[in-house]
């Protein structure tokens, strides 16, 4: 892709990606990593979708419907949504501060090897005796019961990727706190970076519960502690606690990137400073404090008692009103803006109402007399997944059309871009507007079939065609792909024209040390203001050119995440008393890792310098 | 400034730590992630507090009837001494003392394995007195929130001594100054972490 891989061998471009601390090439494998397991968790919902088109259908058994919507749910959150936006994240946050690199470029190629170890063993499951089956929320009671090794799965793949996932976030947090240009100052930020640091924040905070509840979960299925068995003094709403204080801050650790990146597409093609950006930037953050204040809207049915209801309800409507600041601004951005409708816009376009419609009906859920209605079925899954991909998914398709020219130096194809829309966002609505529907009806969720004749069998058979044409939209972006790839037209820089941020300013294809010399920040939008003023070169400087710092690569993050994913096996059979390999298994996994962390810690790793020289002689971004 | 430069207490900056990019990111980082930890920590403590002295029908063992607060107070005491001479160490470094650095240290690990030993037997005692992990979910939440502090102690002791081991023929420099302050830094947190589990799991156990 980049110029860089056409000059290496196959091997020595693998070798590359495999030892990678750069920023933008672990942007790649982030975004490689998500998109497969995307496509998975796609195939797990149309076999769902399948499943449901009629009545008593037998196309899939219950047992097996049980791990589909297990993973569908899992893999969707865990691998494909939050790996995605981290792909963006990792590919423009850095130059939109105006950095060289984040500010741990080993610990970033370490928390994406965690991530994809952590999901490959997950997915493990489906070959080794059966995936999780008690729903991604894995409710103890349930989860305790489950005969089969999946729930183990569960357990330890989600703690690995979970590690990988923290590390990712106190990167951020780190890299946008120190490593912003000169000029850069918080209240000049692109608002992807504000909702990149936001969310990041989010997950140092969220994170730990659920690592704390999983270890309780494979300490009680693995070593007969007594967390949440109650025969032995144990509390089964423990999990439910701690699931949802991760849970609910996860769904605002998806949707602000979300809404940055929407912050950002918007703003370009209106052709207008985005409207009210501080109060943008407080409602993000409001809306990142309120994200640990509503968790228990989750469990109103548990018996929590009225005030405590009473008071979930209220934080939970609360959060309605910075959600509703976000969305007039978006409007009025867009009102009497010079607008151009890219397939980005129309993304955005067509998130706007969507989301809302996700929004209102979050609304009315939080009102707990309404949910004991509404609780456990389908009105719920129509409601998540208005906001999950109303909100997200559109988000991670405008931005993989609006980046692929900063990742790639491509452009997408227009026209193939706007058909994608078409069909994704039309086949969206007809999944699941009508499952509102069924809800109200009283069909219940996470079943794997059901009677005839209570008029719900044309509306499931309307969603599964929805789902189709959902998948057609995911088809087509991926032709769009691969016709891209092959054509291979550089795109150059500032290829929408109307970049407004850092990111655009760079020559393309990025060279490697991102900028030759660190830029000095003028504004908010600083790249339109140098544009506006006719500087050519698009960027002032904050310094002359001199020698840059630089990380060297490292195959350590890979070797320690791996070892971690050997161990994991160990740990998982040691239960059983057949399996006499399991504990050597877990002790060399754990080897692999404690040593390479060792030599690591050991070898000092001071990087290397390029020379003023070299920087001198350079033109574009070839290594 | 280069990160192996060699320095002498005249020409060695106020805060070593925070002289390099480097050293100022790892700063900032460690302390974001000590915020993880605390969140780690209090969900923890959470889950004992709701779980505390819950057991199957009939249970003998409770806070009242375990815990003692002599032996408790003996691992404040060590811990919270450990605290202070790491403080000392952490003055030497900034004075570019290495030997007397190391030495701290090195009495910070003496006093860190005292109370590692010491809990090592009281958990040894409770688990001859038939109070053990698997006995109840009182055994299960006080072994995991004492036991994952426990976990964090010897973390800290690892990375002490690693640091003088490697260090111990290379004096200080900026590569490895902010090494030394962020170990120093996890022993504090080790520390407070251990005031609140001495309040909140033994005096509370014993007083109510």
């Known amino acids: ?623 | 400034m280069d990160l192996k430069t060699k320095f002498t207490p005249q020409s060695w900056p106020a805060h070593p730590e925070n002289a390099t990019l480097e050293g100022k990111n790892k700063t900032l980082g460690f302390w974001i992630f000590l915020g993880g930890e605390t969140v780690l920590f209090a969900t923890l403590f959470a889950t004992f507090l709701a779980l505390k002295n819950k057991g199957p029908n009939g249970m003998e063992f409770s806070t009242q009837s375990l815990f003692e607060l002599p032996l408790a107070f003996i691992m404040t005491m060590l811990l919270l001494t450990s605290s202070l001479t790491s403080v000392y160490a952490m003055y030497h470094m900034k004075n570019h003392n290495f030997k007397a650095m190391q030495a701290w240290i090195a009495v910070t690990v003496v006093l860190g394995l005292g109370f590692l030993g010491l809990e090592i037997y009281e958990f040894y005692h409770y688990v001859h007195l038939g109070f053990t992990f698997t006995q109840s979910a009182f055994g299960s939440s006080f072994y995991t929130l004492v036991g994952t502090h426990g976990l964090h102690v010897i973390i800290g002791l690892a990375w002490f001594i690693l640091l003088m081991l490697r260090n111990s023929k290379r004096g200080l420099n900026l590569y490895n100054a902010p090494k030394y302050y962020l170990a120093s830094l996890y022993w504090h947190f080790i520390d407070v972490v251990w005031v609140f589990i001495f309040t909140v799991v033994y005096l509370m156990g014993v007083l109510d």
């Open chain 1, 1 to 623: 892709m980049s110029s860089t891989a056409k000059k290496k061998g196959f091997g020595a471009t693998i070798w590359d990606y495999l030892t990678t601390v750069d920023h933008k090439k672990i942007a790649v494998l982030y975004l490689i990593a998500g998109t497969l397991f995307f496509v998975i968790g796609g195939i797990e919902a149309m076999l769902i979708r399948i499943q449901l088109a009629e009545p008593n259908n037998d196309f899939v058994s219950a047992g097996l419907f049980n791990e589909i919507i297990t993973m569908h749910g899992t893999t969707m959150i865990f691998l494909a949504a939050m790996p995605l936006l981290f792909a963006f994240m990792n590919a423009a946050v850095p130059l939109q501060i105006g950095a060289r690199d984040v500010a741990f470029p080993f610990l970033n190629s370490l928390g994406f090897w965690l991530f994809l170890f952590g999901g490959l063993f997950l997915n493990l499951s489906w070959f080794l005796g059966g995936a999780p089956d008690a729903g991604w929320t894995s409710y103890a009671s349930l989860s305790l019961a489950s005969p089969t090794h999946g729930i183990d799965f569960y357990a330890l793949g989600l703690q690995i990727s979970g590690a990988g996932t923290l590390i990712a976030g106190i990167n951020f947090l780190v890299t946008i706190i120190n490593m912003r240009a000169p000029g850069m100052t918080y209240m000049r930020m692109p608002l992807f970076t504000w909702t990149t640091f936001v969310a990041s924040a989010l997950i140092l905070f969220a994170f730990p519960p659920l690592t704390v509840g999983l270890f309780f979960m494979i300490f009680d299925r693995m070593f007969d502690a007594n967390f949440f068995d109650h025969l032995n003094g144990g509390n089964t709403i423990i999990w439910e606690h701690l699931f949802w204080i991760f849970g609910h801050p996860e769904v605002y650790i998806l949707v602000l990137p979300a809404f940055g990146l929407f912050s950002e597409i918007f703003a370009t093609f209106s052709r207008k400073r985005l409207f009210g950006y501080s109060s943008m930037v407080f409602a993000t953050i409001l809306i990142g404090f309120l994200g640990f204040m509503v968790w228990a809207h989750h469990m109103f049915t548990v018996g929590l008692g009225p005030t405590a209801n009473a008071i979930f309800a209220v934080a939970t409507m609360a959060i309605a009103v910075p959600t509703g600041m976000k969305v007039f601004n978006w409007l009025l951005t867009i009102w009497g803006g010079n607008i151009k409708v890219t397939t980005p816009m129309l993304y955005g376009l067509g998130f706007i109402p969507s989301f809302v419609a996700g929004g209102v009906t979050g609304v009315m859920q939080a009102s707990a007399p309404l949910d004991y209605q509404l609780h456990d079925s389908y009105f719920i899954v129509a409601h998540f997944h208005y906001v999950i991909v109303g909100g997200i998914v559109l988000a991670l398709f405008a931005a993989a059309h609006y980046y692929w020219p900063l990742m790639f130096n491509q452009m997408l194809n227009e026209t193939l871009g706007k058909i994608t829309f078409v069909f994704f966002f039309v086949g969206f609505h007809c999944t699941f507007f009508i499952q509102h529907f069924l809800g109200l009806m009283g069909m219940p969720r996470r079943v794997f079939t059901y009677q005839g004749d209570q008029g719900w069998d044309l509306f499931n058979y309307i969603s599964t065609i929805g789902a189709f044409l959902m998948a057609i939209g995911v088809i087509l972006l991926v032709v769009n792909v691969i016709i891209t790839a092959i054509k291979g037209e550089p795109a150059g820089r500032d290829p929408w024209k109307d970049g407004r941020t850092l990111e655009w300013a760079i020559p393309q294809p990025v060279p490697y040390y991102n900028f030759k010399q660190t830029p000095l920040v003028r504004g908010l939008d600083t790249f339109w203001i140098e544009k506006m003023e006719g500087n050519k070169e698009g960027m002032t400087y904050a310094e002359p050119i001199s020698d840059i710092h630089m990380p060297n690569n490292s195959f350590i993050p890979f070797m320690i995440s791996f070892g971690l994913f050997v161990a994991a096996f160990g740990a998982l059979y040691h239960q059983d008393a057949d399996k006499a390999w399991s504990l050597p298994v877990l002790i060399a996994g754990l080897a692999i890792t404690f040593l390479s962390m060792i030599v690591r810690s050991l070898k000092d790793d001071l990087g290397y310098h390029i020379h003023k020289e070299e920087l001198m002689n350079e033109k574009g971004g070839k290594k």
